[in-house]
């Protein structure tokens, strides 16, 4: 094999001839072998700023590892805020502005950015606006600047993905996570889809569960939650404790951990569990992101926030309440509702409404959505996630999709 060469997989290359025939490329008969294609190992650099907690920084730090890890490119990781990124994951040295974990080059993005040769890929995440300096050195250099944009559900998103724009004498791409074949797909890798499959053997479950210290709670739905501040998150409590079911609540340690201690009247300490009626609460640490992941698939049911965990429950195959970033004037709702029409189009019947309402409740808009005896949903929720799984599978993975697009765009 050339050195910095990796062949192309099969799935890769099938996302390849996708791409060329969507962006009218003649391939010329070069990528009529599977086995035959190559990508290039070029440098990428992917600058973010920390905003939204940790989604922005998670969804950056699990595309810089993809890219690694299964496409062989050299990435540089521009992050202003180290701290978060420690919490994320083990071996970060917050102290330390330049490091290198799981392969990808992290360097802390401090004003004045030291000069430094650009990327031939550069994807500036959310908008966060690169510093001008940098933007002077990437003429004549950089290949491909790319904005990744939020993750979007509505229809206008069709109409901007891949759209250019002239800045600075260069041209910026837009490209934006989704949900359909005009986007770029969502963020997963095949380790995440075999994790689901692991995650349903019983023995790799209780070896999981003693691990983490989570005690066995027999005939119960466990759910796992991971929240912001929320004003129905008291309604949840009530209702789970006076559920017609047992349920077994997992809380990793965050912004929910005070308001639970409130609701308990006691402290929510990690390690220890907490009963009332017939809810179980076992409070855990904050979770490194493979263990958040192993969490997710661990459970029955995942209340979700933001984008990154959003992305996984779903590439998990499970069911979930999704709490959407609030935005001011109620915009989120705009970008809520459009998420569930795709979502639940083609869903059965009797999964519809219940799903919308008990959106609706979760994301302040109001209802007793959680007062219903929610136990009759699980199954059929349950096959429905998984068909939206298979669906998202279909249109590949983002950070493939990234690579597949500047290998087309020469």
Not at 119 to 133: F, H, N, S, T
Not at 337 to 365: C, D, I, M, Q, S
Request: charged residues 15%; aromatic residues 12%; proline residues 6%.
């Amino acid at each position: 094999m050339w050195p910095g060469i990796v062949p192309l997989s099969w799935h890769q290359h099938a996302l390849l001839l996708l791409y060329a025939n969507a962006l009218g490329v003649n391939t010329g008969g070069c990528l009529g072998n599977p086995w035959g294609g190559f990508i290039v190992a070029e440098q990428w650099h992917l600058f973010c700023r920390v905003v939204d907690n940790f989604g922005d920084i998670g969804t950056c730090w699990q595309l810089a590892r993809t890219l690694v890890s299964h496409h062989g490119k050299a990435v540089t990781l521009w992050l202003d805020d180290l701290p978060s990124l420690a919490a994320l994951w083990p071996g970060v040295d917050t102290a330390n502005a330049q490091q290198s974990l799981e392969g990808v080059s992290i360097r802390h993005w401090c004003d004045p950015l030291p000069l430094v040769t650009p990327g031939d890929v550069v994807i500036e995440a959310y908008g966060c606006e690169l510093p001008a300096l940098y933007i002077e050195s990437m003429a004549g250099h950089t290949t491909h600047w790319l904005n990744l944009e939020y993750l979007s559900a509505e229809t206008w998103v069709a109409d901007f993905h891949l759209g250019r724009s002239p800045v600075h004498g260069l041209n910026k791409t837009f490209f934006f996570p989704g949900f359909d074949n005009h986007s770029g797909g969502l963020l997963w890798e095949p380790e995440l889809l075999a994790l689901s499959e692991r995650f349903r053997e019983p023995s790799v479950r209780k070896q999981w569960r003693q691990q983490m210290g989570i005690p066995e709670v027999a005939d119960v739905v466990t759910l796992s939650l991971f929240a912001y501040a929320n004003v129905a998150l008291p309604i949840l409590l009530d209702s789970l404790s006076k559920a017609p079911f047992a349920s077994h609540l997992l809380v990793p340690e965050g912004k929910v951990s005070k308001p639970i201690s409130n609701w308990l009247g006691q402290s929510f300490v990690a390690s220890n569990s907490y009963s009332r009626g017939n809810l179980q609460l076992t409070a855990l640490p904050f979770l490194a992101q493979d263990q958040y992941d192993r969490l997710l698939a661990y459970c029955d049911f995942n209340f979700v926030r933001g984008e990154a965990s959003f992305m996984r429950t779903q590439m998990l195959g499970k069911p979930f309440l999704w709490q959407i970033y609030p935005q001011e004037e109620g915009a989120h709702y705009i970008k809520l509702n459009a998420f569930l029409e795709r979502y639940l189009a083609g869903a059965p019947t009797a999964l519809v409404e219940p799903a919308k309402a008990l959106h609706g409740t979760w994301n302040g808009a109001g209802g007793d959505a959680f007062r219903a005896d929610l136990s009759p949903l699980l199954s059929t929720w349950q096959s429905h996630s998984l068909n939206w799984q298979k669906k998202m599978i279909s249109l590949g993975d983002l950070a493939s999709n990234l690579v597949l697009f500047c290998g087309l765009q020469v």
